[in-house]
């Protein structure tokens, strides 16, 4: 008889993916911690899911057919209000664990660690016909307990969580109000370091799960069809993050986010030349979207400037010195009167010699600085 309230809740999404279904639910009845249920939660998928969910006869798990198709963020969200589980596990139909031990692994160090918000693995890629590939989300190659300023700051490079490699607190996920569904592509990257806020986040250096690629999964729809909507939420998770750093205290990530946030939205620009580059912004886009997340007209001038100086430079290193003088320029018209940003300005238009003066100048800035430490 299945435990009333089991330790761990696999919420299992599944929208025409009624082929991998079994494997995936297989990989988790498999573990060697058994203290779980799954949940799976068909979205009206037009498959025969439900067909292949009925073999699916271990008491622990539960099959659902949504009413109606609620989109991927949405059912997630059911399935987080349906959980029983203290510890909560994502994993769409078509990825699947790969290790028997990481359930029990990943609790244990959850349990050990009251303060640990979450825990993951990295992931290795699967091919649509079950070939492997690449590892994805390496958060270094031991094991590591992040403090909650830590992990934020790795997180303010990038997405550092493959979603069906995690689990995290039940309650953590019903604190923060569930998945954001106005972040449809970047929801998960906003939870994590949402819950990085709420806790200490633990880390195991194994692959314990599989994410497969493939033409139907998520990742790949939005790739093809919505590359504006990826841009928007990448951007705009890191705005998010901004104002959670309002706290003096956190001024130190606050300002990272900045740099993060400006590099970013340079190379979105400096990328855009490439005509097979998808996630590209023109600076007017750019100039918009600084505008709108700003939270005032000092700030819109400060991140304006500081972008289109980090897009100089990335020019400059590109030797496409009119850019960069182009470049250069509009950043001094958002914020006037920085003499080296004039000089940087003035030498960019030098061309090739202009460069190499800019160069010997920074060789001798870090041979002064070296021998100043000494």
Not at 85 to 113: F, H, M, P, Q
Not at 188 to 194: H, K, Q, R
């Amino acid at each position: 008889m299945m435990n009333v309230q089991p330790a761990v809740t696999f919420v299992v999404p599944c929208y025409k993916l009624a082929h991998y279904l079994k494997e995936c639910v297989d990989s988790i009845l498999q573990q060697d911690y058994a203290d779980l249920e799954v949940i799976i939660l068909d979205d009206q998928s037009p498959d025969d899911t439900p067909a292949v969910a009925a073999t699916l006869t271990d008491p622990r798990v539960r099959y659902i057919r949504n009413e109606v198709n609620l989109g991927h963020l949405r059912n997630y969200n059911r399935g987080i209000e349906l959980a029983r589980g203290r510890y909560l596990w994502l994993i769409s139909a078509d990825d699947k664990l790969r290790e028997r031990n990481i359930l029990g692994r990943l609790v244990g160090l959850l349990d050990a660690n009251p303060a640990m918000s979450f825990a993951y693995c990295y992931g290795v890629l699967l091919s649509h016909d079950g070939v492997e590939g690449q590892t994805i989300c390496e958060t270094g190659d031991r094991d590591r307990i992040f403090t909650s300023r830590e992990f934020l700051r790795l997180s303010l490079e990038r997405n550092r969580v493959c979603t069906p490699g995690a689990v995290a607190r039940t309650d953590r996920y019903r604190q923060m109000g569930m998945f954001p569904t106005d972040l449809p592509f970047a929801g998960d990257w906003y939870t994590w370091t949402y819950f990085g806020f709420m806790g200490t986040v633990g880390y195991l250096a194994t692959g314990g799960v599989n994410y497969r690629r493939h033409t139907l999964s998520f990742t790949a729809i939005y790739t093809a069809t919505q590359a504006e909507t990826i841009t928007g939420d990448e951007v705009e998770v890191r705005w998010r993050m901004r104002r959670s750093f309002a706290s003096p205290a956190f001024q130190d990530l606050r300002d990272r986010c900045d740099e993060e946030i400006v590099s970013d939205y340079a190379h979105r620009t400096f990328e855009r030349r490439q005509p097979t580059y998808q996630f590209g912004m023109s600076p007017a886009a750019v100039l918009q979207s600084i505008a709108r997340f700003s939270p005032d007209e000092a700030t819109t001038a400060a991140m304006s400037a500081a972008y289109f100086a980090c897009l100089g430079d990335l020019y400059n290193a590109a030797g496409e010195w009119k850019a960069a003088f182009t470049a250069y320029r509009q950043s001094l018209e958002q914020q006037p009167w920085r003499p080296r940003m004039a000089a940087k300005a003035a030498l960019a238009a030098g061309g090739s010699l202009g460069r190499r003066v800019r160069k010997s100048a920074e060789q001798y800035r870090m041979r002064a600085s070296s021998q100043a430490g000494v």
